[in-house]
C-alpha cells in the first residue's frame, strides 16, 4: 500500500498521516486474513475487535514517540485524558467496527488533532481504498494530496442525504425515523453505510450533499467535522450551534443545504439536544 501524498504539511499533520498509514496497513491486512474477527461487546449493539485495539496502540505509540506530553481521547482506552496540554489528539481506531466484523467494506479510522479546544488537524484514511482525507485550520481539505471542496447543488431533491441510524439511543427511534421519513420524502436518496467518519469525509469531497446522525462519539466527529468546514461547508449540532463534538448529534451539509437538512432534523431531534 502505497500513498501518494506530497503537500506541504505541518508536523502535527504529518504524524497523523503517519499514525493512520500504519494502522490502516495493519486493518487491511487482519480484514484480508482469513482468520475468524475475534469481538467483544463493549454495550448493547456495540462491539469491539482485537484489531480495533491494535490499530489504537500503533496510533497512539505514533503521537507519543513526537509529542509525548499531549494529552489523547481515545474511543477504546484513553477516555478520560488527564495531562496538563493544550493538545487534544482525538482518536477512533476503527469507525465502523460492526461492518468490520461482518467484512463489510466500509469502515475508515480517524485522527483529529484540537488545540486549546479548536480542531486544527483531521485525517480520515479508508484503507481498503487507499484514500486519506486530510485538513489542517486555515488550508483546506484535500483528499490525497488534491485539494476538494463540498459539492455545490442546491436543491434538495437533487441532493444525497447521509445519515447514521441511532444504534446506540435506540429509544429516539421514533423521532428519529420521523426526521429520516422527511427529508427522504425531499431529497434524491439517503444513505446508510455504518461510517459517520466516511460520512463526513464524503460529504466534505462532494461525494454527498450532507449527513445528519445523533448519538456519536467525540472520535466519531472530531476529524470529519474539520474536514467539512475547510472544504466550505457548515457543521452544527441540532439546535444550529457549535456544540456537536460535546453532544454528538451532528448536522454537516454544503452551504446550500444546511439549512433546509437543519430544519427538518432541529423539528424533530433538537429538543433533547
Known sequence: MTLQFTMECSEYLKTAIEAARQAGMFI???YNSLEEICFTRKAIFDYVTEVDSASEALIIKTIRDTFPTHRILSEESIKEPSEESDYLWIIDPLDGTTNF??????????????????????????PLRDEIFTAEKGRGSYLN???????KRDRIEDSIITTGFPFRAK???DDYLMAFRTLF???????RAGSAALDLAYTAAGRCEGFFELGLGAWDVA???????????????????????ESGNIVAANPHLHGIILEDVKRFLSNRD
Do not use: W
Open 28 to 30: 487491511v491486512e487482519r
Open 101 to 126: 466484523i461482518h467484512r463489510y467494506p466500509v469502515f475508515a479510522l480517524s485522527v483529529g488533532l484540537q488545540h486549546e479546544g479548536d480542531m486544527v488537524v483531521a485525517v480520515v484514511y479508508d
Open 145 to 151: 494530496g488534491r485539494r476538494i471542496t463540498v459539492s
Open 171 to 173: 429509544e429516539r427511534v
Open 185 to 191: 420524502l425531499k431529497c434524491s436518496d439517503l444513505r
Open 223 to 245: 476529524a470529519g467535522s474539520l474536514l467539512v468546514r475547510e472544504a466550505g461547508g457548515i457543521v452544527t449540532d441540532f439546535n444550529g450551534g457549535a456544540g456537536y463534538i
